[in-house]
């Protein structure tokens, strides 16, 4: 009786603890080697108001767009509206095609024009003046779509505003131009074979609110739009927008409903150009040290069905936790559709993935209406568990014995939710010569950088689907493009016009009405012509652009920012060698040169004035959304994170529970013996 007492007690005081002691939030226990970044968890509000745990206030975003060239001003607002100097954390995305060339902090009178600097220098600088009592700021990049703020030294009572400056170019697919602003990072996965220890990993661990749950910050969108030419069919899907046109070829987009959080999905604008048809042209910019040039190629028209080639398709299916409900259910529409209306000259696969891979068939078969039915059948068994790995499906899927004269496509459905895009790089780069990659990216905060990814190092194309009502009509140009004939055997001559550093520097083959854009350099007199040539079916295709015919851009450093853009893509972001120090140095160069965001390089500022001596600050990791419609399943590397104390008081009750019917057992076995 006395030792059912004592539990009872200690049960009593543990349930005491838990409902009133300050939490920060609830993980996994880990070693002090394995540190804290083995996976996202939830964080739990703590009670404890002398520290500000969620010191970002606001983000307001606006984007120019002129004709195809986006400029992205994105403004952080961080307050310290508790007792104690905070150093803050934040990690945001970006659309992983853009280049960051600017950042500037202003912390009350102090304005400080951020440096771009080596990557570890910066941190050293930064850590510096964190420990000096100075405020200072860092924008490291984490993935071409990643990136994270850190701000030292916020005094109670601040206001630390930071500017960041990108420019992105926008190329229209099938005459409709789409401008992606991604606002939040979701959850990543890490498995045990990734360095954990790696600086660019750190943010894996990202403390995230429970599903349905939003920040107390604000976050604004505005864009303004002028074309040249009248503006069509303008939508938002993602977000309810207000539209003020100011003539036919300008509009300013803003969010129409402030309540409405913003930055829990992607928005997604859309926009067609009337009147003028996208043909291939030239822009011109002359600069203090160098000039650059942009050349669009357009496709021709296409070609009719019948002379396109047997194809075979593999389906590469995301069946992870993060996938469930809603992504997972529109993936089924989605492939549903796929499968369905292939030709029946075509074969086809599916893989299904999570932490390991289960494949429908050692070879791909016919697409009869009973393999269908089989395929659409295991789909619809699938509900959504387990972490996400992705190269061991890759590897299963190029692995599948292929036949002769047969177009092999391999096609990846998934949310991205995996950290390890360099492997799934590396494996498309080793099998360029069996397969395309195609790649479809389900919910509203996909990673792109890896659905991109997929696509470019694959020479295919990405596609991203919503929401159901998405699906379909998306699954529709998938078809569009992977049955229509290309351009090939592309050729681009420069005769009487200088020019070099030409990125990419052999184009690949041209997909229905996407354009190829190359950026390059030139010196001398612009003059001479431009041709481009491929085979159209079975005809020579050619245009010619006359130089001196194009007036030089005016409009500032946007196609130099552009260039450089394409050189570190074309260097590292799609399948480079970590190991190559010529790779980094060449990469660092760049980001150097032209004050550019590189895995390799980083912004910092410092405000010179020592404000806290004391330097009793405390570090908060800024806690994100979840994306809309992502369930709580992807949290927590596969472990339960508790993010109420609700949920923890339950937990000690099970085991109060447990404990009294030991004793109860011990008691009967007693009695018996």
């Known amino acids: 009786m006395k030792k059912k007492r004592k539990c009872l007690c200690m049960l009593l005081a543990l349930l005491v603890f838990v409902s009133s002691a300050p939490v920060v939030c609830a993980k996994e226990e880990t070693s002090e080697d394995e540190d804290s970044i083995s996976a996202p968890y939830f964080i739990v509000e703590s009670s404890d108001s002398s520290v500000d745990r969620f010191p970002l206030k606001g983000t307001d975003v606006t984007v120019n767009i002129n004709g195809m060239i986006a400029e992205i001003f994105v403004n952080q607002t961080y307050a310290n509206e508790g007792e104690n100097p905070i150093n803050a954390r934040y990690v945001f995305p970006a659309s992983s095609d853009v280049t960051v060339h600017g950042m500037t902090m202003q912390i009350g009178n102090h304005m400080v024009t951020a440096r771009i600097k080596e990557r570890e220098e910066a941190k050293q600088e930064f850590e510096q003046a964190k420990s000096e009592g100075k405020s200072a700021s860092l924008l490291e990049e984490q993935r071409p779509n990643v990136f994270t703020m850190d701000v030292a030294n916020i005094m109670p009572g601040d206001t630390a505003k930071i500017e960041l400056h990108y420019t992105q170019l926008i190329t229209p697919c099938e005459g409709t131009y789409e401008f992606v602003f991604p606002t939040v990072v979701g959850p990543r996965y890490m498995s045990a074979s990734e360095d954990a220890s790696d600086d660019h990993n750190h943010f894996v661990g990202t403390p995230y609110l429970p599903d349905g749950k939003t920040p107390n910050n604000t976050y604004n969108i505005t864009v303004n739009l002028s074309t040249g030419v009248p503006i069509t069919d303008l939508g938002c899907k993602s977000h309810e927008i207000n539209i003020v046109k100011s003539g036919e070829s300008s509009a300013q987009v803003t969010l129409a409903n402030p309540e409405d959080y913003a930055g829990n999905r992607d928005f997604i604008l859309k926009y067609k150009l009337n009147g003028e048809d996208i043909r291939s042209g030239l822009m011109l910019s002359e600069g203090s040290d160098e000039n650059y ?48 209306n292939l030709r029946e000259e075509d074969s086809f696969n599916l893989i299904l993935f999570s932490g390991s891979s289960v494949q429908m068939s050692k070879k791909s078969v016919p697409a009869t209406e009973e393999n269908i039915k089989k395929a659409l059948n295991l789909i619809d068994k699938q509900e959504g568990y387990g972490g996400t790995s992705l190269s061991p499906a890759l590897e299963d899927a190029v692995a599948i014995p292929s036949k002769h004269n047969i177009a092999r496509s391999i096609v990846v459905i998934t949310d991205g939710y995996v950290s390890g895009e360099q492997n799934a790089f590396d494996i498309i780069n080793d099998n360029m010569d069996k397969a395309s990659f195609f790649s479809f990216g389900i919910g509203n905060a996909v990673n792109e950088y890896l659905i991109k990814g997929i696509a470019t190092a694959g020479l295919g194309e990405s596609f991203i689907v919503t929401d159901a009502e998405d699906a379909a009509a998306t699954a529709d140009r998938f078809r569009t493009y992977i049955q229509s004939p290309l351009l090939t055997d592309i050729q681009v001559a420069y005769d009487g016009f200088e020019v070099y550093d030409v990125e990419p520097s052999v184009p690949s083959t041209l997909f229905a009405q996407k354009p190829i854009v190359l950026f390059g350099k030139w010196k001398g007199e612009p003059k001479g012509t431009i041709t481009i040539t491929g085979k159209k079916g079975k005809d020579d295709y050619a245009q010619e652009i006359k130089v001196e015919d194009v007036t030089t851009y005016e409009k500032g450093d946007a196609i130099r920012y552009l260039w450089a853009r394409m050189r570190l893509e074309r260097l590292m972001d799609y399948g480079y060698s970590k190991d190559d120090p010529s790779v980094k140095e060449e990469v660092t160069q760049i980001g150097i040169t032209y004050s550019i965001m590189t895995p390799y390089t980083s912004f910092i500022a410092v405000v010179e004035e020592i404000r806290n001596p004391e330097g009793n600050s405390t570090d908060v990791d800024q806690a994100l959304p979840l994306p809309l ?5 992807s949290v927590g590397g596969g472990y339960r994170a508790y993010s109420e104390p609700a949920d923890m008081i339950l937990v000690v009750a099970l085991i109060g529970i447990m404990l009294i019917g030991g004793l109860r057992h011990r008691k009967r076995r007693s009695k018996i013996a």
């Open 293 to 340: 040039f942009m050349l669009t190629v357009q496709p021709p028209e296409r070609f009719e069905p019948e002379e396109i080639t047997r194809r075979e398709y593999i389906f590469v299916l995301d069946v992870s936790g993060s996938m469930n409900g809603y992504p997972l259910d529109t993936a089924k529409i989605l492939i549903r559709d796929l499968v369905s």
């Open 629 to 633: 419609q992502v369930s709580n399943l």
